[in-house]
């Protein structure tokens, strides 16, 4: 009669456990770290933005909130008109934002499901477009909102935001690989391009949308250039124009309503982001889970 081999030692759970947790400590606390260096400069920022001017440079700096942040916001109002200005930046932002996301959705459409005559060639062209350095185009772009009369106007910032040859690429490639046969289901059933196009492909790609819309409200939000090209009274400034303004000789720079306005500014797309952050991750990693 043969005897069964004795039985290896189990570890216990909670110890395997606890040497699970001790090995993910390193990574933890390089993670913590970077993190730390990421948020660091924000939150120097949102604390500057409520010290004065003299305070700001004081060493050692400042680590907790001051109290001039009302005075500061209250100076911003008497020299830019800060309120008009920011909702000068959300109107064209938004705008700019939703009628580009449109375009880039129609457009994307057209060159990944449809078959027409000359398709090849004028995605290749709109390809060709993404090389051209945006500077380029200032001087006729400058001379045709001056012959339609459109700057200094919302039409004049608007406008020429609403085709962006990276968005309708990118919205064409994540088009092309929604199956045909989902399309056709819904032809069959009497739906309309229309129809289609809203009823069943933009549910599908919204996490790609809220991913596009976030890259397009921030290129937006943070436009200075055409801004400072196209407009010339104080009233239609946006937020980047008007804070540059404030920019003048060191002697005469208040830097406490700068950061304020800087702080500000960084507002907006912080509120987008944790509203459509799932949206957001989603669509960037849609194309990295396809097969």
């Known amino acids: ?79 830019v008109g800060i309120g008009r200005v920011v909702l000068n930046s959300i109107l064209v932002s938004g705008i700019q934002t939703v009628g580009a996301l449109v375009v880039a959705l129609l457009a994307g459409y057209a060159f990944a499901k449809f078959r027409f005559r000359g398709r090849t060639v004028l995605f290749a062209v709109l390809l060709s477009t993404l090389v051209v350095p945006d500077q380029v185009m200032l001087v006729p772009l400058f001379k045709m909102m001056m012959s339609f009369g459109l700057l200094d106007s919302y039409q004049g910032l608007i406008l020429p935001g609403l085709c962006v040859p990276f968005a309708i690429f990118l919205m064409r490639q994540a088009l092309a690989s929604m199956p045909d046969e989902l399309l056709d289901a819904a032809r069959v059933d009497g739906a309309g391009e229309l129809r289609v196009l809203f009823g069943v492909v933009v549910p599908v790609m919204r996490p790609v949308l809220a991913a596009l819309g976030i890259f397009l409200f921030l290129g937006s939000w943070n436009n200075f250039v055409w801004p400072l090209i196209a407009l010339r009274t104080p009233e239609m400034h946006t937020l980047p124009v008007a804070l540059a303004t404030l920019q003048g000789m060191k002697a005469n720079t208040d830097y406490g309503l700068i950061l304020a306005g800087t702080a500000l500014s960084t507002l907006p797309m912080m509120v987008l982001f944790l509203v459509l952050q799932r949206q957001f991750i989603s669509g960037l990693l849609a194309g990295a889970t396809k097969g």
């Open 1 to 79: 009669m043969t005897t069964a081999a004795p039985a290896a030692p189990v570890t216990p759970a909670p110890a395997a456990g606890r040497r699970r947790r001790l090995r993910g400590w390193p990574t933890t606390l390089l993670l913590a770290a970077v993190a730390g260096l990421s948020v660091a400069p924000f939150y120097w920022l949102v604390i500057a933005a409520t010290h004065s001017d003299t305070e700001i440079f004081d060493w050692p700096p400042h680590l907790l909130p001051g109290s001039h942040l009302g005075e500061n916001l209250r100076h911003l109002q008497d020299r």
